[in-house]
């Protein structure tokens, strides 16, 4: 069991804002000297800081943990304006979070030479709760399904394999420009759209000795989010009319339930069988494993030291203190193939023969029985398992087509220019 890590960014300050701001940050402690307001958090970063800093933090860990098979989501929370956009994606001359995460993410698999991966990526938008592909413009509204194999999955989103960080940022790119972007008196390019960006790594051990291990048949799958939700807003202070009133509304509704959903988790409602509105918002649904689920999770709060914001900061830092209550059970996400379970069956069948084998005394005559029938169970099982092995090669193939495919065979990468055998 891990809780959420939660970290908090305040975003720089006009030098007006500064003389009148009434926060103090003391190491990770926040609070409004003179008042009951304090709250502490893993991590606090002022105004000065790098997003380099926010990212190595923990994103960098659960990025690591991701190729490793663990479930990892990170999202930017705060009022809007309060640089969440910044600290995901960046700007021309700082990267964001999401950048940094994808170059370590090839990096880490390259120096991993004992496994072969192959990564796809998505990137969806929730806009006034539809969900948009924006690598593919035409899927739209699509819907959210539940099976025991996939779990929770969005039907009909584009997952496309890739094979460099450049090949990546570029479709990230394609996404961004097809975002629903709208200008507010707070801010001229407002995130209108909750965004999540996905990359799902599959991976297994390169291993070809047939009897060197059980588990180099298994695939492991983990799944890393890393979400830019659009800003809590108050129509008073955006000036939202029409359009932009009515997307501002879905973006407090669905922030409104994702403040829930950690209220819930955090009072232990789930533990005690509890009800938690999880189905209430597309994003807490699409989120579902990463809040109290199988991930490691990490929350950065974006906010603003202003006075005029005061209010709205306050009630960030409450989510935000709220999170860090929520506990999470991260497992590495394995598929153990067929041909795996017959090499377990193999060995098993060979201990089995070997101990009739050693088990010659009329006394032991019931024993022997037994071992003959566990010995004859195993058999049929093995034979069930490689006929459906036979099934499994097909779909083998298909693995290292779409490895071929995205030029990972041998190992060769393409990666900041430089290519890597
Ligand atoms: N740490 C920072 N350093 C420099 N500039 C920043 C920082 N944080 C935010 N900004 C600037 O403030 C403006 C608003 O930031 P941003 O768009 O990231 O806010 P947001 O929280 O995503 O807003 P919204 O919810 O409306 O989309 C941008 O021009 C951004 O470049």
Known sequence: MERIHVTVRARPLSPEDEKTSPWRISGNSIFIPNHSTKFEF??????????????????KDIVQAAVRGFNGTVFAYGQTNSGKTHTMRGSGTEPGVIPLAVHDLFQIIQ????????????YMEIYNEEINDLLVPEHRKLQIHESLERGIYVA???????????QVLDLMQFGESRRHI?????????????????????SRDRSEDEDSCTSCDAVRVSVLNLVD???S???????????????GSHINKSLMTLGTVIKKLSEGAESQGGHVPYRDSKLTRILQPALG?????AIICNITLAQIHADETKSSLQFASRA???????????????AALLKRQKKEIEELRAKLQGSHSEHLGEEILNLRNTLLQTELERERIALELEEEKKTQAEWQKRVQRAGQKNRKFEFNGVVFK
């Open 182 to 202: 709208g200008e507010t008196n707070m801010n001229l390019y407002s995130s209108r759209s909750h965004t999540i960006f996905r990359m799902i790594i599959e």
């Open 233 to 247: 807003e108050r129509a008073a202070k955006t000036g939202a009319e029409g359009v932009r009133l009515k997307e």
């Open 111 to 122: 120096q991993d030479v004992d496994r072969e991966f192959l990564l796809r990526m998505s």
């Open 229 to 231: 939700l659009a800003g």
């Open 324 to 338: 860090l209550r929520v506990t999470n059970c991260a497992r590495v996400n394995e598929i153990l193939t067929d």
């Open 293 to 297: 689920g199988n991930a490691n999770t």
């Open 156 to 166: 009909g989103l584009r997952e496309e394999i890739v094979a460099s960080p450049e």
């Open 42 to 59: 893993d991590q606090i970063f002022g105004e000065e800081c790098k997003t380099i800093n926010v990212y190595q933090a923990r994103t």
